[in-house]
């Protein structure tokens, strides 16, 4: 298993340009999650979603949206993007059954707007 | 809501000692679960160790450990026998297992931990 793998791993951006980031897992997990790294805040949660088909804000979803087309596939696209928006993404996937483990996380992508 | 906090945004321990770090959190629900997460230079999140909240038994995880403290919403971590390989970010996260946000970690601003040879 692959388990939970992130495109691409670096990317820079001009402001007002748009990019997707492309979420994919392996292990048939129900749930998947988007957060956002930035120096001395932790992760915050952007979007999340319980299922195929349906997506739901976090705690800092301006300026991002999301889709789950596919069960195994979760995106986050950035329309216009900003210089705020620089920062280290990462993408996490569980399974609905067995949350007191945790969720599996992506190895990240770094991006940087100018 | 739910609120994670690290008091220490630093630490350092010499090789082979022990060293304990903190987290408290705040909720009114009765059922959840803490978790830490290690993040070295790589980048990637591991888990370290995870405790259910209706457990009283501190989790252990081979060196490491946890002191959960339900009344006092407090949940350190303890490392012992030091590694170099320990240096890193540590994260305390809380989670709901349950209701719109069921899954969601809510993370704390990270303690970074150097270990000294």
């Known amino acids: 298993n692959a388990g939970v793998t992130q495109t691409p791993k670096f990317r820079v951006l001009k402001t007002g340009q748009s990019m997707t980031l492309l979420c994919a897992q392996d292990m048939n997990h129900e749930y998947m999650y988007w957060y956002r790294q930035d120096p001395g805040m932790g992760l915050r949660l952007i979007h999340y979603s319980v299922g195929e088909g349906t997506t739901a804000k976090g705690e800092v979803p301006d300026g991002y949206n999301v889709s789950r087309l596919k069960k195994q596939n979760f995106l986050l696209g950035l329309e216009s993007a900003a210089p705020s928006q620089t920062s280290v993404y990462f993408c996490?996937?569980?399974?609905?059954?067995?949350?007191?483990?945790?969720?599996?996380f992506g190895p990240g992508t770094r991006l940087t707007v100018t | 809501a739910q609120t994670v906090t690290q008091s220490q945004p630093e630490m350092s321990v010499q090789e082979a000692e022990t060293v304990t770090l903190s987290c408290t959190y705040d909720?009114?629900?009765?059922?959840?679960?803490l978790f830490w997460y290690k993040q070295p230079p790589s980048r990637q999140m591991i888990l370290v160790i995870r405790q259910e909240a209706y457990k009283q038994q501190n989790a252990t995880e081979n060196r490491f450990s946890v002191n959960f403290q339900k009344a006092a919403k407090s949940f350190s971590l303890k490392i012992s026998d030091s590694q170099l390989g320990d240096t890193a970010m540590y994260f305390c996260?809380?989670?709901?297992?349950?209701?719109?946000?069921?899954?969601?970690?809510?993370f704390g601003k990270g303690t970074k931990l150097s270990v000294k040879p």
């Open positions: 909720t009114s629900e009765s059922n959840y679960y």
């Open positions: 996260a809380f989670m709901i297992p349950y209701g719109g946000s069921q899954g969601n970690l809510i």
């Open positions: 996490a996937s569980s399974y609905s059954g067995v949350l007191k483990h945790g969720p599996y």
